[in-house]
């Protein structure tokens, strides 16, 4: 194997490819990126769950294919100076040269790296790229971090009628973002949320204006821009959330989404330990407080311009799941729908209609 590419490329390439890689010590293979030079340069790692594989550009002098591992090959690559790098086979090894600098990795046998399940291409359904990777983030936070129960350690995905709706919950909250795709493509999958930031890494680092999601019995794949991502789904059933999603409001503000976060904020330093706030609507007097309360800080009151309409509620939340949601909100001023004591509160944006929040109260 000969090949020279420029640095920034290939550098690009093992990083993205390093994050997929597996780590387990039987099967020392899977820590490796593997380099696949016949008519275009391939790298590809894998982990079993998901796999990736990157169409690098440069100068092809000898076909080959050799498998090293990826931290030593990213540090490396990082290290060395100079826009071009060549990488060729020296004897059972990769020899890396750039400006002034030659550096051997020791390669290990790539006879066992397995295949990767690539799917098949236009199949898919297509996408902005910054429309995929807005409605993934504008979910995925609201995803648990434990997989005991995989269902909700995972992103939904639902592809249907040229609309791509994302929906993540840890049973605490809840959110769903709706965004306007085109193509044939259907189908649902639940992507697990360690995939899903892999998918966001993609995202962030690639050029490609569209991209195209590929949706099989088993299977996600992504393709964009010399990429492919390989995810296999969970096995399981998304919880039917459109059931808790209240219709109808029996208290309801209205008020600019900055003012709300800047009062939270504040109010995170007094919460304490168990981050409580408290919310205290009282239409018929035209107010919206905010407060919480620390035995070892002290406590706060702010109040808040908002339009208040309904009944009166005093009910707390916990200040992160009310938080986390405002940076999916685009729009300045948001509404807040309360259901009654120890019901849910919905987050929208005045002018933001694609995206819906859902929170829990805490029983106090």
């Given at each position: 194997?000969?090949?020279?590419?420029?640095?920034?490329?290939?550098?690009?390439?093992?990083?993205?490819?390093?994050?997929?890689?597996?780590k387990?010590?039987?099967?020392?293979?899977?820590?490796?990126?593997?380099f696949d030079?016949?008519?275009?340069?391939?790298?590809?790692?894998?982990?079993?769950?998901?796999?990736?594989?990157?169409?690098v550009?440069?100068e092809?002098?000898?076909?080959?294919?050799?498998?090293?591992?990826?931290?030593?090959?990213?540090?490396?690559?990082?290290?060395?100076?100079?826009?071009?790098?060549?990488?060729?086979?020296?004897?059972p090894?990769?020899?890396?040269?750039?400006?002034?600098?030659?550096?051997?990795?020791?390669a290990?046998p790539?006879?066992?790296?397995?295949?990767?399940?690539?799917?098949?291409?236009?199949?898919?359904?297509?996408?902005s790229?910054?429309?995929?990777?807005?409605?993934?983030?504008?979910?995925?936070?609201?995803?648990?971090?434990?997989m005991?129960?995989?269902?909700?350690?995972?992103?939904?995905?639902?592809?249907?009628?040229?609309?791509?709706?994302?929906?993540?919950?840890?049973?605490?909250?809840?959110a769903?973002?709706?965004?306007?795709?085109?193509?044939?493509?259907?189908?649902?999958?639940?992507?697990?949320?360690?995939?899903?930031?892999?998918?966001?890494?993609?995202?962030?680092?690639i050029q490609s204006?569209?991209?195209?999601i590929?949706?099989?019995?088993?299977?996600l794949?992504?393709?964009?821009?010399?990429?492919?991502?390989?995810?296999?789904?969970?096995?399981?059933?998304?919880?039917?959330?459109?059931?808790?999603?209240?219709?109808?409001?029996s208290?309801?503000?209205?008020?600019?989404?900055?003012?709300?976060?800047?009062?939270?904020?504040?109010?995170?330093v007094?919460?304490?330990?168990?981050q409580?706030?408290?919310f205290?609507?009282?239409?018929?007097?035209?107010?919206?407080?905010?407060?919480?309360?620390?035995?070892?800080?002290?406590?706060?009151?702010?109040?808040?311009?908002?339009?208040?309409?309904?009944?009166?509620?005093?009910v707390?939340f916990?200040?992160?799941?009310?938080?986390?949601?405002?940076?999916?909100?685009?729009?300045?001023?948001?509404?807040?729908g309360?259901?009654?004591a120890?019901?849910?509160?919905?987050?929208?944006?005045?002018?933001?209609?694609?995206?819906?929040y859902?929170?829990?109260?805490?029983?106090?």
């Amino acid at each position: 194997m000969h090949f020279t590419t420029l640095k920034e490329k290939i550098l690009n390439a093992t990083l993205i490819a390093e994050r997929v890689v597996g780590k387990k010590e039987s099967l020392p293979i899977l820590s490796c990126v593997l380099f696949d030079v016949g008519k275009e340069c391939v790298v590809r790692s894998t982990n079993l769950e998901a796999g990736v594989s990157i169409v690098v550009l440069g100068e092809i002098v000898e076909k080959g294919i050799i498998a090293v591992p990826a931290s030593i090959l990213s540090q490396t690559l990082r290290a060395v100076s100079g826009d071009k790098v060549t990488l060729k086979t020296d004897g059972p090894n990769l020899l890396i040269e750039a400006r002034g600098s030659k550096t051997l990795i020791k390669a290990v046998p790539h006879d066992e790296f397995p295949a990767l399940p690539l799917g098949k291409e236009g199949k898919g359904i297509q996408l902005s790229r910054l429309q995929i990777l807005a409605a993934l983030q504008a979910v995925s936070y609201a995803a648990s971090t434990s997989m005991i129960r995989p269902e909700l350690g995972s992103v939904y995905l639902l592809v249907k009628d040229s609309k791509l709706v994302t929906v993540a919950t840890d049973s605490f909250r809840l959110a769903e973002k709706t965004t306007e795709a085109s193509g044939k493509g259907s189908g649902e999958v639940l992507i697990p949320l360690k995939h899903t930031h892999e998918l966001v890494h993609i995202l962030e680092r690639i050029q490609s204006e569209m991209v195209e999601i590929t949706i099989e019995e088993s299977q996600l794949t992504l393709t964009a821009d010399g990429i492919k991502f390989v995810s296999r789904v969970v096995d399981g059933t998304f919880p039917n959330y459109k059931e808790i999603i209240p219709k109808s409001f029996s208290t309801e503000a209205t008020l600019l989404k900055n003012d709300f976060a800047e009062t939270l904020r504040k109010a995170r330093v007094f919460a304490g330990a168990d981050q409580h706030v408290g919310f205290h609507v009282y239409p018929k007097k035209k107010v919206f407080d905010i407060t919480a309360q620390s035995a070892a800080i002290g406590e706060m009151s702010d109040s808040l311009e908002a339009a208040v309409s309904g009944e009166d509620i005093d009910v707390n939340f916990h200040i992160g799941y009310v938080s986390e949601c405002l940076q999916s909100v685009a729009s300045d001023s948001i509404t807040l729908g309360f259901s009654g004591a120890g019901k849910p509160l919905v987050i929208r944006g005045i002018s933001d209609l694609n995206f819906t929040y859902l929170v829990m109260p805490l029983n106090r």
